[in-house]
């Protein structure tokens, strides 16, 4: 009886295996169709870049003193969002965060929030949300997720990539650190059974 235990157990701890890895498989992704008033943000081409900008003020507001810049992303209706993809070129990639926000019932609501991340894709995936509209807050971080001390990366990116001896002093990392971000490409994805199809994503 032991005997045809043990490929009972076997198997049954091969199918949960199976199973495990399924659920930990990529989704099917969708790209969304999407704008930017940064006609750069969304023309398809790395080759093309643009800055984020300064926030507006509003009138009757308090001014906005913090050093986040902004990018906003439009989709044509209210769309199930699940994965956002914030892609920069070599040269201007910074240790980044950013404060991702969507519009839900007419309010700005943030979905995420990420710090110092320093990759060139900034690959976000947050809990799925139905919007059409998307704002990307990002300012230069001043240490990147590993801990590291981002001002000198930071600094010396804008001096041409190389580095300048000693700690940039205070009114210079504070120059640096309210510099806009640069990126070349904003992408929106939803998955494959919630999404209205647009263009599918094509392996790069």
Request: with cysteine.
């Amino acid at each position: 009886m032991k005997k045809n235990v043990y490929p009972l157990a076997f198997l049954f701890v091969l199918a949960v295996f199976i199973t495990g890895c399924a659920t930990l498989a990529e989704p099917q992704w969708v790209k969304l169709e999407v704008t930017s008033d940064v006609e750069q943000f969304t023309d398809g081409s790395m080759y093309t870049t643009a800055q984020t900008k300064i926030p507006e003020h509003v009138k009757g507001e308090k001014v906005d003193d913090s050093r986040f810049t902004e990018a906003y992303v439009s989709l044509k209706s209210p769309q199930e969002v699940k994965r956002i993809l914030i892609r920069r070129r070599t040269e201007d990639t910074v240790a980044t965060d950013l404060n991702i926000y969507a519009m839900v019932n007419n309010e700005w609501t943030l979905v995420k929030e990420v710090r110092g991340n320093d990759k060139s894709d900034i690959d976000v995936r947050i809990n799925t949300v139905k919007t059409d509209k998307i704002k990307i807050r990002a300012q230069r971080s001043l240490r990147t997720a590993a801990g590291k001390s981002a001002v000198q990366q930071a600094g010396g990116a804008a001096r041409g990539g190389r580095r300048v001896g000693g700690q940039a002093g205070a009114g210079e990392a504070e120059r640096i650190l309210r510099e806009p971000l640069k990126f070349a490409e904003i992408e929106v994805y939803g998955i494959a059974s919630e999404a209205v199809p647009a263009k599918t994503e094509q392996k790069k």
